[in-house]
């Protein structure tokens, strides 16, 4: 079974249907040990060919439309924040303290992107300001494992380098080990949803269909941006006391609105429960439990918008002893072998993308895509869960390198674009998610983080530019 087949096969879709998709091999795109390159095409091939499945449905047509993946797109993609322009200016991807750490047995790798995790990490490590010099003396005479607990007792973020032969004898890999790459979950006995048709071209696939975006930094936005490029209204919703970091929200905000509410106000839960009462999806992307005080599970929501589907993604599992854990793509490429395997002259390495974020972000919005669609025949509120070391399992274990050798790769020109927006003129990757008759690229830009009302539909004075 191919990577494309494999992945189809978790979203539990017609296993005839793969035959609609057609590869442009590139070389050169992603190198690095592990196939990368075969995850990425993959996981956008599955997304684009859900996307045609929806929108055959929904058009009334008796044929599922070719879907085409170009691996130049993929990898353009893959590295979209690296891309990313706005009035010229390069983004800042990594602060100074998120990195490679030696530690006296080995190495660590922290994460300190936002100021909450830097301060929690300087606290743990009892240094006082944020200091290159000041951390490394700290770390160097400690044990990995010891910082890594310390670190994660204090609320930060930190993880120790592990093997893969490490990572398998672990608990949490364990315990995911025992669970699919897709969940799949129904939650009540809702009737089969009648989805309005729409017009046969261009398609739409998610036309008309609402989306609450609960999700922050790249794997769940990136699967809320493709919801958005395939017509769904999108609204993101964040705490306001946490700004998403600008380049980010510049790379994952096309298509999609901003907002921000506070669930502990009256008046802010009242507007999310008006929201919620007319969405048709909600994604979470916060650790497993984190949302449960605000009645935010998935059989929460259910029992309050009946039929509702619910997508959960996490970085280590919504099981195991890690399960209530923060965690970013670096960190479990750290712990999960991945960054051993790609290291050299024992100095651990790192994927030639965050492929973990934008493998899992487009498998998310593939998996949502395929619950809409059987919603539309069968029915029942759903959950469908993903997580980061789930699909890094997949990468370091399920996966083979394919054989041959493709086209030559080029600059990435040809899936680059630029407009202008309210954050200013963006040169940004295109989208690689491509079928006959799909959307090329997203109806709006990205706005202003959290300016937005919370409301559905277009908010007036917002103009798309």
């Keep these: 079974m191919t990577e494309m087949e494999q992945a189809w096969a978790a979203l539990g879709g017609d296993p005839v249907l793969p035959r609609r998709i057609s590869t442009v091999v590139r070389d050169g795109v992603l190198d690095s040990r592990l ?40 990898g353009t993609a893959f590295v979209s924040e690296r891309h990313l322009l706005v009035d010229g200016r390069s983004p800042v991807t990594f602060a100074p303290l998120s990195r490679f750490w030696r530690t006296a047995d080995g190495w660590v790798r922290t994460h300190a992107n936002y100021p909450h995790h830097r301060e929690r990490l300087l606290s743990a490590l009892g240094v006082r300001a944020a200091d290159v010099a000041a951390v490394e003396s700290a770390l160097v005479e400690r044990s990995s494992w010891e910082v890594e607990e310390a670190v994660y007792a204090a609320g930060g973020l930190a993880v120790a380098l592990r093997t893969a032969e490490q990572w398998a004898a672990h608990e949490q890999a364990r315990a995911l080990a025992a669970r699919p790459l897709v969940e799949h979950e129904r939650l ?33 936005p990136v699967a809320t941006r493709t919801l958005a490029l395939l017509g769904a209204d999108v609204l993101r919703v964040d705490p306001p ?52 005080r605000f009645g935010l599970s998935a059989d929460a929501l259910v029992a309050r918008r009946s039929g509702l589907v619910v997508a959960e993604l996490s970085a280590w599992g919504a099981y195991g002893p890690w399960a209530g854990r923060r965690g970013f793509d670096s960190l479990v490429q750290v712990a999960t072998g991945i960054a051993a395997i790609e290291g050299a002259k024992e100095r651990p390495g790192a994927l030639p993308a965050q492929a973990l974020d934008h493998g899992t972000g487009y498998l998310l919005a593939a ?65 690689p998610v491509s079928f006959e008759g ?10 202003v983080w959290a300016a937005d009302e919370a409301r559905w539909g277009r908010v007036t004075g917002s103009p798309e530019t």
């Design 35 to 74: 196939p990368v390159r075969e995850l990425a095409r993959a996981c956008v091939g599955v997304c684009a060919l859900a996307a045609a499945e929806l929108g055959a449905r929904r058009a009334g047509r008796t044929e599922v439309p070719r879907v085409r993946v170009d691996d130049g797109a993929v």
């Design 188 to 220: 009540d006995t809702a009737p089969a949803r009648v989805l309005a048709p729409i017009d046969d071209g261009p398609l739409s696939p998610a036309a008309g269909i609402r989306v609450l975006d609960l999700t922050r930094v790249i794997a769940g």
């Design 241 to 292: 006391g946490m700004p998403e970091i600008l380049d980010q929200h510049a790379d994952t905000g096309f298509g999609k609105r901003s907002t921000a509410l506070d669930l502990a106000r009256t008046a802010d839960r009242r507007a999310f429960e008006e929201l919620l009462s007319a969405a048709d999806v909600v994604l979470t992307g916060y650790r497993p439990g984190a949302l449960d």
């Design 367 to 431: 998996a949502v895509l395929r619950a809409l669609t059987e919603q539309s025949e069968q029915g029942y509120g759903r959950v469908v869960r993903l997580s980061l070391a789930r699909t890094a399992a997949w990468l370091t274990g399920g996966i083979e390198r394919a054989p041959g050798e493709g086209e030559a790769l080029g600059g990435p020109e040809a899936w680059l674009a630029e407009r202008d927006s309210r954050l200013g003129r963006l040169r940004y990757a295109l989208p």
């Design 438 to 447: 799909g959307p090329g690229d997203w109806a709006r830009p990205p706005g």
